[in-house]
């Protein structure tokens, strides 16, 4: 079993960055496929971006692709999303899970997630 915890929320103009963590317990970090999620008020969660366990294979949404990066680093048991050119329709809570050493797509497919950090853009 692996807990997460997210850092780095806040608050932004539109057009700025925020790089947010996910920092994992236990030594297993390494083996799991990482993905950060988002949900707004009133919207499902969705997905947003997905690492496999090395870090080799990244998946975005369209939504953010080209603007949000995900990375990892194993040694330090934490994950990452650098998020750039932010605009008020990223507002939402994010979050971060693991599943599983291959990254997936779906939701239900993550096991473990963290309690989630704030991101607020302003216009």
């Known amino acids: 079993q692996v807990q997460l915890v997210e850092s780095g929320g806040g608050l932004v103009q539109a057009g700025g960055s925020l790089r947010l963590s996910c920092t994992a317990s236990?030594?297993?970090?390494?083996?799991?496929?990482m993905g950060w999620f988002r949900q707004a008020p009133g919207k499902e969660r969705e997905i947003i971006a997905a690492i496999n366990w090395s870090g080799a294979t990244t998946t975005y949404a369209d939504s953010v692709k080209g603007r949000f990066t995900i990375s990892r680093d194993n040694a330090k048991n934490t994950v990452y999303l650098q998020m750039n050119s932010l605009k008020p329709e990223d507002t939402a809570i994010y979050y971060c899970?693991?599943?599983?050493?291959?990254?997936?797509?779906?939701?239900?497919?993550?096991?473990?997630w963290g309690q989630g950090t704030q991101v607020t853009v302003s216009s």
């Open positions: 236990g030594r297993t970090f390494s083996s799991y496929a």
């Open positions: 899970a693991a599943r599983g050493s291959r990254s997936a797509w779906l939701v239900r497919e993550y096991d473990y």
